[in-house]
Nanobody
C-alpha cells in the first residue's frame, strides 16, 4: 500500500558529495517522520538523519556537520545531502517513513536501499 523508492546512490571519492532522494507513494493519509538509516557490512543499522513534518531534524553523531536532510511535504519526498564523504560512510542507505496509510494503518515503511560507496 505504501512504497518508498530511493535514488542517488553510487560511487564517490573521499571528500566528495552525493545526494540521496526518497519518494513515498501509495494510499497515504499522512507522514509524520521521514529519514535515512544505513548499514555497513558487519555493523548494525544506524540512524543517519530524520526529519519530522514540523521541520525538526536529528542526526547520527557520525554525520553531524556533514550531512543535511530536507523534506518536501507536498511531494512526500525526503532528501539527504551528504558532503565531505568518508570511506566509513560506505553502506547501504535505507529510506524510512512513519506513515498513516488509508488501509494499512500506521506503520514504519522502508525502501529497498541504495548503495553508497566512498572510495578512491
Amino acid at each position: 500500500q505504501v512504497q518508498l523508492v530511493e535514488s542517488g546512490g553510487g560511487l564517490v571519492q573521499p571528500g566528495g558529495s552525493l545526494r540521496l532522494s526518497c519518494a513515498a507513494s501509495g494510499s497515504i493519509i499522512s507522514i509524520n517522520s521521514m529519514g535515512w538509516y544505513r548499514q555497513a557490512p558487519g555493523k548494525e543499522r544506524e540512524l543517519v538523519a530524520v526529519i519530522i513534518a514540523g521541520g525538526s531534524t536529528g542526526f547520527g553523531d557520525s554525520v553531524k556537520g556533514r550531512f543535511t536532510i530536507s523534506r518536501d511535504n507536498a511531494k512526500n519526498m525526503v532528501l539527504l545531502q551528504m558532503n565531505s564523504l568518508k570511506p566509513e560512510d560506505t553502506a547501504v542507505y535505507y529510506c524510512n517513513a512513519d506513515v498513516l496509510a488509508r488501509y494499512g494503518g500506521r506503520d514504519s515503511y522502508w525502501g529497498q536501499g541504495t548503495q553508497v560507496t566512498v572510495s578512491s
